[in-house]
Protein backbone atom coordinates (compact mmCIF):
# COMPACT_ATOMS: atom_id res chain seq x y z
CA UNK A 1 0.00 0.00 0.00
CA UNK A 2 1.30 3.61 -0.53
CA UNK A 3 1.16 4.69 2.53
CA UNK A 4 3.51 2.12 3.79
CA UNK A 5 5.86 2.62 0.65
CA UNK A 6 5.78 6.25 1.87
CA UNK A 7 6.91 5.27 5.51
CA UNK A 8 9.58 3.49 4.32
CA UNK A 9 10.73 6.12 2.27
CA UNK A 10 10.80 8.64 5.24
CA UNK A 11 12.11 6.33 6.98
CA UNK A 12 15.57 5.83 5.42
CA UNK A 13 16.09 9.43 4.81
CA UNK A 14 18.89 10.66 7.10
CA UNK A 15 18.38 12.49 10.38
CA UNK A 16 14.99 10.18 10.73
CA UNK A 17 14.38 8.72 14.02
CA UNK A 18 10.80 7.26 13.59
CA UNK A 19 7.85 7.70 10.93
CA UNK A 20 4.29 6.69 11.64
CA UNK A 21 1.02 7.08 10.43
CA UNK A 22 -1.03 9.93 11.96
CA UNK A 23 -3.84 9.03 13.61
CA UNK A 24 -7.44 10.48 13.22
CA UNK A 25 -7.29 11.38 17.25
CA UNK A 26 -4.16 13.56 16.70
CA UNK A 27 -5.18 14.88 13.67
CA UNK A 28 -7.78 16.35 15.30
CA UNK A 29 -6.14 17.48 18.41
CA UNK A 30 -3.47 18.93 15.95
CA UNK A 31 -6.35 21.54 14.82
CA UNK A 32 -7.76 22.51 17.90
CA UNK A 33 -3.58 23.15 18.98
CA UNK A 34 -3.40 25.16 16.38
CA UNK A 35 -6.51 26.73 16.42
CA UNK A 36 -5.61 28.14 19.90
CA UNK A 37 -2.65 30.14 18.10
CA UNK A 38 -4.47 32.14 16.31
CA UNK A 39 -5.53 34.20 19.48
CA UNK A 40 -1.85 35.04 20.36
CA UNK A 41 -0.35 38.66 20.98
CA UNK A 42 1.28 37.95 17.02
CA UNK A 43 -1.15 35.21 15.54
CA UNK A 44 0.26 32.25 14.49
CA UNK A 45 -1.66 30.62 11.06
CA UNK A 46 -0.46 27.04 10.42
CA UNK A 47 -1.64 26.89 6.87
CA UNK A 48 1.09 24.14 5.56
CA UNK A 49 -0.80 21.99 8.57
CA UNK A 50 -3.97 22.41 7.57
CA UNK A 51 -3.04 21.76 4.09
CA UNK A 52 -1.39 18.74 5.16
CA UNK A 53 -4.47 17.24 7.05
CA UNK A 54 -6.79 17.89 4.42
CA UNK A 55 -4.80 15.17 2.04
CA UNK A 56 -5.93 11.45 2.12
CA UNK A 57 -3.00 10.27 4.28
CA UNK A 58 -1.08 12.29 6.51
CA UNK A 59 2.10 10.96 8.59
CA UNK A 60 4.57 12.54 11.26
CA UNK A 61 8.19 12.19 11.50
CA UNK A 62 10.57 12.78 14.01
CA UNK A 63 13.99 14.29 13.09
CA UNK A 64 17.90 15.22 14.52
CA UNK A 65 19.60 17.65 12.91
CA UNK A 66 21.16 15.95 10.30
CA UNK A 67 18.10 16.01 8.11
CA UNK A 68 18.10 17.84 5.38
CA UNK A 69 16.85 21.70 5.09
CA UNK A 70 13.98 22.66 3.96
CA UNK A 71 13.39 24.30 0.47
CA UNK A 72 11.22 26.98 1.53
CA UNK A 73 11.32 29.59 4.80
CA UNK A 74 9.22 27.75 7.05
CA UNK A 75 8.04 30.55 9.04
CA UNK A 76 6.97 33.88 7.47
CA UNK A 77 5.81 37.45 9.10
CA UNK A 78 3.30 38.70 7.23
CA UNK A 79 0.17 40.96 7.20
CA UNK A 80 -3.69 40.21 6.16
CA UNK A 81 -3.02 42.19 2.81
CA UNK A 82 -0.14 39.87 1.51
CA UNK A 83 3.09 41.62 2.01
CA UNK A 84 6.25 39.59 3.72
CA UNK A 85 7.38 41.40 6.60
CA UNK A 86 10.03 39.12 7.47
CA UNK A 87 10.86 35.27 7.14
CA UNK A 88 13.34 32.69 8.18
CA UNK A 89 16.86 32.66 7.02
CA UNK A 90 17.73 28.59 6.00
CA UNK A 91 21.16 28.78 4.36
CA UNK A 92 24.44 31.00 4.79
CA UNK A 93 24.37 32.28 1.31
CA UNK A 94 21.20 33.84 2.17
CA UNK A 95 22.07 34.87 5.75
CA UNK A 96 24.99 36.89 3.61
CA UNK A 97 22.14 37.94 0.81
CA UNK A 98 19.96 39.35 3.65
CA UNK A 99 22.78 40.99 5.54
CA UNK A 100 23.95 43.03 2.16
CA UNK A 101 20.04 45.05 2.25
CA UNK A 102 19.49 48.39 3.96
CA UNK A 103 15.88 47.14 4.11
CA UNK A 104 16.71 43.97 5.89
CA UNK A 105 17.00 43.40 9.90
CA UNK A 106 18.18 40.38 11.36
CA UNK A 107 15.72 39.98 14.97
CA UNK A 108 17.28 36.41 15.91
CA UNK A 109 20.53 34.11 13.66
CA UNK A 110 17.67 33.24 11.77
CA UNK A 111 15.13 35.51 11.16
CA UNK A 112 15.01 38.63 9.27
CA UNK A 113 12.68 41.63 8.67
CA UNK A 114 12.17 43.58 6.48
CA UNK A 115 11.56 47.52 6.72
CA UNK A 116 8.60 49.01 5.47
CA UNK A 117 8.63 51.74 2.54
CA UNK A 118 7.18 54.62 3.47
CA UNK A 119 4.62 56.02 0.68
CA UNK A 120 1.69 57.22 2.46
CA UNK A 121 1.64 59.62 5.98
CA UNK A 122 -0.43 57.48 7.51
CA UNK A 123 -0.83 53.97 6.06
CA UNK A 124 -4.00 51.94 7.26
CA UNK A 125 -2.87 49.14 9.79
CA UNK A 126 -2.91 45.92 9.17
CA UNK A 127 -3.06 42.82 11.14
CA UNK A 128 0.16 41.21 11.10
CA UNK A 129 0.59 37.19 12.00
CA UNK A 130 3.31 34.27 11.87
CA UNK A 131 2.33 32.26 8.59
CA UNK A 132 3.48 28.61 8.70
CA UNK A 133 2.84 28.11 5.34
CA UNK A 134 3.01 24.60 2.97
CA UNK A 135 6.32 22.99 2.42
CA UNK A 136 7.36 20.72 -0.56
CA UNK A 137 9.18 17.47 0.25
CA UNK A 138 10.27 16.52 -2.69
CA UNK A 139 11.49 12.61 -1.57
CA UNK A 140 7.87 11.65 -2.41
CA UNK A 141 7.25 13.53 -5.22
CA UNK A 142 7.11 11.50 -8.30
CA UNK A 143 6.49 7.94 -6.11
CA UNK A 144 3.80 6.26 -8.53
CA UNK A 145 0.47 6.73 -6.68
CA UNK A 146 1.30 9.45 -4.70
CA UNK A 147 0.12 13.21 -5.41
CA UNK A 148 -0.58 16.61 -3.89
CA UNK A 149 2.62 16.23 -1.42
CA UNK A 150 3.20 19.19 1.17
CA UNK A 151 4.67 19.42 4.90
CA UNK A 152 4.79 21.28 7.88
CA UNK A 153 5.48 21.87 11.00
CA UNK A 154 3.53 21.95 14.02
CA UNK A 155 3.41 24.45 16.29
CA UNK A 156 5.44 24.04 19.63
CA UNK A 157 2.67 23.14 21.12
CA UNK A 158 1.94 20.44 18.55
CA UNK A 159 5.35 19.31 18.66
CA UNK A 160 5.16 18.54 22.43
CA UNK A 161 1.66 16.80 22.10
CA UNK A 162 3.04 14.34 18.97
CA UNK A 163 6.79 13.80 21.06
CA UNK A 164 4.43 12.41 24.24
CA UNK A 165 1.62 10.42 21.67
CA UNK A 166 4.67 8.77 19.96
CA UNK A 167 6.90 7.84 22.85
CA UNK A 168 9.53 10.64 22.22
CA UNK A 169 11.38 12.61 24.56
CA UNK A 170 10.07 16.58 24.41
CA UNK A 171 13.26 17.56 23.68
CA UNK A 172 14.24 20.38 21.26
CA UNK A 173 17.17 19.17 19.44
CA UNK A 174 14.39 16.80 18.04
CA UNK A 175 11.80 18.48 15.57
CA UNK A 176 8.54 17.31 14.10
CA UNK A 177 7.22 17.68 10.54
CA UNK A 178 4.12 16.43 9.22
CA UNK A 179 3.77 15.07 5.51
CA UNK A 180 0.50 14.98 3.90
CA UNK A 181 -0.36 13.16 0.01
CA UNK A 182 -3.34 11.72 -1.72
CA UNK A 183 -3.44 8.64 -3.76
CA UNK A 184 -4.23 9.12 -7.83
Known amino acids: MLVERALQIVGKLEGVLDVQKLS ?12 ERKGDIIPVTNEGLEECLKRDFSIVFFKNSH ?7 TVLLVTDGGEVLGQEVLTMEDKLKFEDRDDAIFISPDFVIFKPERKVLRPKPQKQFFLIPPVPFPELDGVDGITDVVSSSPSTNGDSYLKK ?10 ATIIVGFSVG
Do not use: C, W
Open 24 to 35: DTNKKALLKLES
Open 165 to 174: EYGHPDDPKI
Open 67 to 73: FRLPPVP
